[in-house]
T-cell receptor
Framework: GENVEQHPSTLSVQEGDSAVIKCTYS??????FPWYKQELGKGPQLIID?????GEKKDQRIAVTLNKTAKHFSLHITETQPEDSAVYFC???????????FGAGTRLFVKA | EADIYQTPRYLVIGTGKKITLECSQT?????MYWYQQDPGMELHLIHY???????EKGDLSSESTVSRIRTEHFPLTLESARPSHTSQYLC??????????????FGPGTRLTVL
């Protein structure tokens, strides 16, 4: 079946360093790839997304890249801050479709 | 901030009790979802709905049931709670449409503990 693999499951970085989370999807028809951030005691919230007609997208300190051929996409956080500490989920879905397939999550710790 | 609400936020209940977890959204979204979240983070889809009077089971088997009588309301019911039902339950909604991208808006979750 369709799945999304996400690595690493835990990531610890020093404040100011960069963090990279990688995902691989199986359904080549997927064309929408959102990233969600879940803080303690809250539901996941969309932080950035990328569509299959774009290879890279940036929003301030966060960026996503997509390699459709390899079916890989990644989240990059630069100049990490303690408030970036959270669980991050990647996901893949199809325009107009129903299901969103989530990765297993990455717990990011940013040490001050 | 997403306009999707869940009550209660925390619930501790004894085995055998019937419970209903409430979820409401004010965005007029057709699609709604229930996820069960492990302590280890992973999200498991347990129910979803395309719209009023539509409900489907998700990927993870669940003893819970859902109903969708109104667009904005998608409650989840457990007829007889057991300790194995202890978990975090997340409700979400999204737009439906041929060209829409499936951004999901999540509620804050209900943390259920069954003793």
């Amino acid at each position: 079946g369709e799945n999304v693999e996400q690595h690493p499951s835990t990531l610890s970085v020093q404040e100011g360093d960069s963090a990279v989370i990688k995902c691989t999807y199986s359904d080549s028809a997927s064309n929408y790839f959102p990233w969600y951030k879940q803080e303690l005691g809250k539901g996941p919230q969309l932080i950035i997304d990328i569509r299959s007609n774009v290879g890279e997208k940036k929003d301030q300190r966060i960026a996503v890249t997509l390699n459709k051929t390899a079916k890989h996409f990644s989240l990059h956080i630069t100049e990490t801050q303690p408030e970036d500490s959270a669980v991050y989920f990647c996901a893949a879905s199809l325009t107009g479709g129903f299901k969103t397939i989530f990765g297993a999550g990455t717990r990011l710790f940013v040490k001050a | 901030e997403a306009d999707i609400y869940q009550t209660p936020r925390y619930l501790v209940i004894g085995t055998g009790k019937k419970i209903t977890l409430e979820c409401s959204q004010t965005m007029g979204h057709d699609k709604m979802y229930w996820y069960q979240q492990d302590p280890g983070m992973e999200l498991h889809l347990i129910h979803y709905s395309y719209g009023v009077n539509s409900t489907e089971k998700g990927d993870l088997s669940s003893e819970s049931t859902v109903s969708r009588i109104r667009t904005e309301h998608f409650p989840l019911t457990l007829e007889s709670a057991r300790p194995s039902h202890t978990s975090q339950y997340l409700c979400a909604s999204s737009n439906q449409g041929g060209s829409s991208y499936n951004e999901q808006f999540f509620g804050p979750g209900t943390r259920l503990t069954v003793l």
